[in-house]
């Protein structure tokens, strides 16, 4: 047998490599809400793949969005700041309602660590907490309408005084632009506190601009 011969049988016996899969949790974060009307179950894929899952009266519907890979590095990475891994474990109230929620977020970082989080629709809210609840519920409008793009949120649409939305229905305002640092500065209108964003992460946590008072 020729040795090119040998070698093509070589390689033909040899088994084809499957590529490991990523270590670590498979998901960015899962958010699980409950009441008495039924559940919501979102959950951010590390592949970008975001499912969500909701049960009323006995019936299962399941919808499932692929994120850009923009979209999906910016949340996978938003949540595991570690402002929230900061965050109580619980912050529930304990009060009860017929249609209040309670709800348990997790979230999980690359290298396996996992961080849960509860609340209830009676939980006061700090920054920090409420920052992760607005993000959470932007991803969960996702599958109502796109996010919006870049350009909705161009350094000459942030004049100070311009009104933000943010996804929890907070506004704020326009109090500052650093187009050369490329933050923005925001003021709480219904929330008492100040902080600067990223321009290019807006649009992760908040409607286009509305037009100035």
Same mark, same amino acid.
Do not use: H
């Given at each position: ?33 409950? #009441? ?63 249609l209040a929620s309670s709800s348990s977020v997790t979230l999980a970082r690359p290298d396996g660590g ?8 009676? #939980?006061?809210?700090?920054?920090? #907490? ?84």
């Amino acid at each position: 047998m020729t040795p090119v011969l040998v070698l093509a049988c070589a390689l033909a016996a040899s088994p084809t490599l499957t590529p490991e899969p990523p270590r670590g949790p498979t998901f960015c974060a899962e958010w699980i809400r409950q #009441s008495g009307e039924g559940y919501d179950r979102l959950t951010l894929f590390r592949n970008g793949v975001l499912v969500w899952k909701t049960s009323r009266e006995g019936r299962d519907e399941v919808k499932r969005e692929t994120l850009e890979s923009a979209e999906r590095d910016f949340y996978c990475t938003f949540f595991a700041r570690d402002e929230f891994w900061s965050l109580a474990g619980d912050l529930r109230t304990g009060l009860a309602g017929k249609l209040a929620s309670s709800s348990s977020v997790t979230l999980a970082r690359p290298d396996g660590g996992r961080k849960t989080i509860r609340f209830d629709d009676f #939980s006061s809210g700090t920054a920090e #907490s409420s920052s992760l609840r607005s993000s959470l519920e932007g991803l969960r409008g996702i599958f109502l309408s796109s996010l919006a793009p870049p350009s909705r949120f161009a350094p000459a649409q942030l004049p100070p005084g311009t009104l933000l939305k943010r996804f929890d229905g907070a506004m704020f305002r326009v109090n500052r632009l650093e187009s050369d640092t490329g933050f923005v500065e925001i003021v709480g209108v219904t929330e008492p506190y100040t902080q600067f964003v990223k321009i290019e992460e807006l649009r992760y946590r908040f409607f286009p601009p509305s037009a100035r008072p």
